[in-house]
């Protein structure tokens, strides 16, 4: 929205160049938010499987919830954030267009 966002800056990362102290804490935090998603998503799974679904589906572009609707993009809690940090974590780009979406609601 106009006249809302307080601060932008864009973080240069390359598979060639080690990463630093702060991206390796950018990432944590990253982990963290993506863990707290995952146990909120798929509510019945253990909290490590949960993660472990969302890990693997964000990365091969199938996104599953298990006790949550999710029947399409617009189903989605939070697509910005999510997209920020699976992104950060996992070091690729996520297209929203390309993904599957399912649930066992």
Do not use: V
């Not at 935090?29 to 509510?43: D, G, H, I, M, V």
């Not at 006790?67 to 910005?80: K, P, R, V």
């Amino acid at each position: 929205y106009p006249n809302t966002i307080t601060s932008l800056r864009h973080e240069w990362t390359h598979p060639a160049f080690p990463a630093t102290a702060s991206d390796e804490a950018a990432r944590k935090e990253s982990e963290t938010w993506l863990r707290a998603y995952a146990a909120k998503q798929n509510p019945y799974d253990e909290s490590e499987a949960a993660f472990r679904r969302l890990i693997g589906g964000l990365s091969s572009g199938e996104l599953y919830f298990h006790g949550s609707d999710l029947h399409g993009f617009d189903n989605l809690d939070d697509a910005d954030d999510l997209r920020f940090h699976a992104e950060r974590y996992l070091g690729i780009r996520i297209d929203w267009d390309q993904f599957t979406f399912s649930c066992s609601c």
